[in-house]
């Protein structure tokens, strides 16, 4: 009897960590875009007044909205929004740890408990460009919530 539940130990121990390298393998295949956000920070230390509209470009990227004004003088709008989701969670017992917990285990003396917490942020940025394609004025407005 102990042979036998060192083995089914052992076997969940060895599913356990072949369920951890596939959770590995599917967050490095998500898309790193921090090198393409739009922050705050970019805005007050890179644009400037007079600044060509190509340098904007180069450092903030492609706008999600373009317009033009009545002297056919371009705006640029940027308007980003990130949510962020944080989950925690955790079994006890030694029964989770031995025989599998829930899901497919005895589920002897294991318990499972967990919290989410969800935020989001915007940040919008409006660039107003001369009729030479300058930067004119620029303003911004962020929030959390």
Excluded at 36 to 49: A, F, K, M, P, S
Excluded at 83 to 106: E, N, P
Excluded at 109 to 122: D, E, I, M, N, P
Aim: glycine share 14%.
């Amino acid at each position: 009897m102990i042979n036998i539940m060192r083995t089914f130990g052992l076997i969940a121990l060895l599913l356990s960590a072949l369920a951890g390298c596939t959770a590995s393998q599917h967050r490095a295949g998500l898309e790193d875009d921090s090198a393409e956000r739009v922050t705050v920070g970019t805005v007050q230390r890179e644009i400037t007044v007079g600044m060509p509209a190509g340098q904007v470009a180069e450092v903030l990227g492609s706008p999600n909205i373009v317009t033009n004004d009545e002297e056919n003088r371009e705006t640029w709008i940027y308007d980003k929004i990130s949510t962020d989701v944080a989950y925690s969670q955790s079994s006890g017992g030694v029964g989770g740890l031995i025989f599998g917990g829930s899901g497919g285990g005895l589920g002897i003396g294991s318990a499972r408990s967990g919290a989410t917490k969800t935020s989001q942020r915007t940040l919008t940025v409006v660039i107003h460009f001369d009729s030479n394609s300058y930067v004119r004025d620029f303003a911004y407005h962020t929030s959390r919530f």
